[in-house]
């Protein structure tokens, strides 16, 4: 399976702030997923990213608020922008490797105070 | 669409106890099926997964058998331990093509001396 390295695992930020996450493959994937994990609640997709085209955002998610950057087959960024309390939340990034399925990163535990 | 459910916890058991998370899923196509486990603190790990009707899936002493008649997929370890403490998610997905995966809410699982 792939291994993916996130980061930051935490931060705490101010309203209004935005935060860019970061996740690290160390073998070259088509999809990557951004996740959200809102306190106490199951994982929501917020988009997928595919290498050299614009993400795909799902419903109630949008590009203004979430983009996100996708520039090689390894790497893609998830910017959390003009941040509110509601923001807080653990943000996954996934990619799916052949049969095996799909690997996670460890998670962004995002506090917005 | 696709959707999951498990049952709701928290679930406190015994040291020793018999486990069973309960899960169904209702699903377009012939997805494959997942347990993760979420440790306090960490990201998502696979647990254990199916990727066609009656395929068993087991992982450190954990089981569960993808069951397309009862549309179920429940996870069942015969002597929980403390650590096995965590938070429990049934997915579904169809693997290749970069498809997401659909989440239920999730189930904790505290186990106790």
């Known amino acids: 399976s792939a291994v993916i390295s996130q980061k930051p695992s935490r931060d705490i930020c101010q309203r209004g702030t935005s935060l860019t996450i970061q996740c690290q493959v160390d073998?070259?994937?088509?999809?990557m997923f951004w996740y959200r994990q809102q306190p106490g609640q199951s994982l929501t997709l917020i988009a997928t990213a595919n290498q050299g085209s614009e993400a795909t955002y799902e419903s109630g998610f949008v590009i203004d608020k979430f983009p996100i950057s996708r520039p090689n087959l390894t790497f893609s960024t998830l910017t959390v922008s003009n941040m509110s309390p509601e923001d807080s939340s653990i943000y996954l990034c996934?990619?799916?490797?052949?049969?095996?399925?799909?690997?996670f990163g460890s998670g962004t535990r995002l506090t917005v105070v | 669409g696709d959707s999951v459910t498990q049952m709701e916890g928290p679930v406190t058991l015994s040291e020793e106890a018999f486990l069973t998370i309960n899960c169904t899923y209702t699903a377009t196509g012939y997805p494959s099926l997942f347990w993760y486990v979420q440790y306090p603190g960490e990201g998502l790990q696979l647990l254990l997964k199916a990727t066609k009707a009656d395929d068993k899936g087991s992982n450190k002493g954990f089981e569960a058998t993808y069951r397309k008649e009862t549309t179920s997929f429940h996870l069942e370890k015969g002597s929980v331990q403390v650590s096995d403490s965590a938070v429990y998610f049934c997915?579904?997905?169809?693997?290749?093509?970069?498809?997401?995966?659909?989440f239920g809410t999730g189930t904790q699982l505290k186990v106790e001396l």
């Open positions: 073998s070259q994937v088509t999809m």
């Open positions: 996934s990619v799916e490797v052949g049969t095996y399925g799909y690997t």
């Open positions: 997915a579904l997905g169809v693997t290749g093509g970069g498809n997401k995966l659909t």
